[in-house]
């Protein structure tokens, strides 16, 4: 969806529309958080354990540096050469190579 701003829309308008396009990011980011939350909200009342918690949180780190971020990583990579090749007018390797090297 691409957002065109003439000069005669107001503030209220441009924020409403780019409201209604942030919003499913703002529900994908509370999902994830809220997840890793209640997890460690679990592991702290559960066991009662400082250590356990740290090494819930020591292991939240990690999933998310191995895991999370080389994902986007590769998507986003991945994202880029599509784009390249529907640019080129090739849309059969554009749909190639989403099938092929998307995680």
């Known amino acids: 969806m691409i957002i065109s701003v003439a000069p005669r829309d107001s503030t209220l308008s441009i924020l409403a529309r780019l409201g209604r396009l942030g919003a499913p990011v703002f529900v994908q ?48 990579a991945v994202d880029t050469m599509s784009s390249q090749a529907f640019g080129a007018g090739v849309c059969s390797e554009a749909r190639t190579t989403d099938t092929h090297y998307q995680p």
């Open 29 to 76: 980011n509370v999902c994830m958080t809220a997840g890793s939350f209640t997890s460690t909200v679990l592991v702290g009342h559960l066991t009662g354990s400082i250590e356990k918690v740290a090494a819930l949180g020591l292991g939240f780190v990690w999933c998310n540096i191995l895991g999370f971020h080389v994902l986007n990583g590769l998507a986003g």
